[in-house]
């Protein structure tokens, strides 16, 4: 079974940076893309960035260009999303998510999610 499990969340004050990380684990899960949603209170989830597997081709909502940056490490098996210039409207819970097949926005289209890990921006 394919694990995956989000970290660097944390509490920053707004213009701060974090990094978050997506570490896979479990069965050799061939070469997936691999996408950062977020869902902040309230609100629905939503895309973030995406980045194919050999790291050729990432996009960005409209919301993070510009501030947020997709990369990955496939010998570590892990995926980073750095986030700098933070917002308060950057609150959320970030999730990462996985697929063989699927690369883009779409959050149903990802078969394997980890749990989350929560940022909150103050102001």
């Known amino acids: 079974q394919v694990q995956l499990v989000e970290s660097g969340g944390g509490l920053v004050q707004a213009g701060n940076s974090l990094r978050l990380s997506c570490v896979a684990s479990?069965?050799?899960?061939?070469?997936?893309?691999v996408a950062w949603f977020r869902q902040g209170p309230g609100l629905e989830r939503e895309f973030v960035a995406a980045?194919?597997?050999?790291?050729?081709?990432?996009m960005y909502s409209d919301f993070v260009k510009g501030r947020f940056t997709i990369s990955r490490d496939n010998a570590k098996k892990t995926v980073y999303l750095q986030m700098n210039s933070l917002k308060p409207e950057d609150t959320a819970v970030y999730y990462c998510?996985?697929?063989?097949?699927?690369?883009?926005?779409?959050?149903?289209?990802?078969?394997?999610w980890g749990q989350g890990t929560q940022v909150t921006v103050s102001s």
């Open positions: 980045i194919t597997w050999g790291g050729s081709s990432t």
């Open positions: 998510a996985a697929d063989l097949r699927y690369y883009g926005g779409e959050s149903t289209r990802y078969g394997y």
């Open positions: 479990g069965r050799p899960f061939g070469r997936p893309a």
